[in-house]
């Protein structure tokens, strides 16, 4: 009988965790998907490459090697991290590597 009773009590904490860990995991896949293309209205409109290294210096002359999203003031991602949120983009992500027009010293 106590068994049955330890068990009940571990229930509720079980499916607590089941339900937390699921979340977690859902909105992992749900941010993951939310990357922002270079090929959308926005990111076209303000030049975002997702690789600062193939900015075209043409178009961009203000562009400089060390600028990426990642030292950008409008970044909200960890520095180490390899994307983030950006002020710009809504809740789209962008790579901590990539660039756009509107880059501001961070």
Not at 4 to 30: D, E, K, W
Request: glycine letters at 12%; one cysteine or more; hydrophobic letters at 35%.
């Amino acid at each position: 009988m106590p068994r049955r009773r330890q068990f009940l009590g571990y229930l509720p904490l079980a499916l607590t965790t089941g339900m937390v860990g699921t979340a977690i995991l859902g909105s992992r896949q749900a941010r993951a998907a939310a990357m922002l293309g270079e090929q959308e209205p926005q990111a076209l409109k303000l030049g975002y490459m997702a690789d600062s290294s193939r900015v075209d210096p043409q178009k961009y002359p203000s562009h400089k090697p060390s600028q990426t999203c990642a030292n950008c003031q409008l970044y909200q991602g960890d520095a180490s991290s390899a994307a983030g949120g950006c002020v710009l983009f809504g809740g789209k992500d962008v790579a901590a590597k990539g660039w756009c027009s509107a880059w501001e010293q961070g």
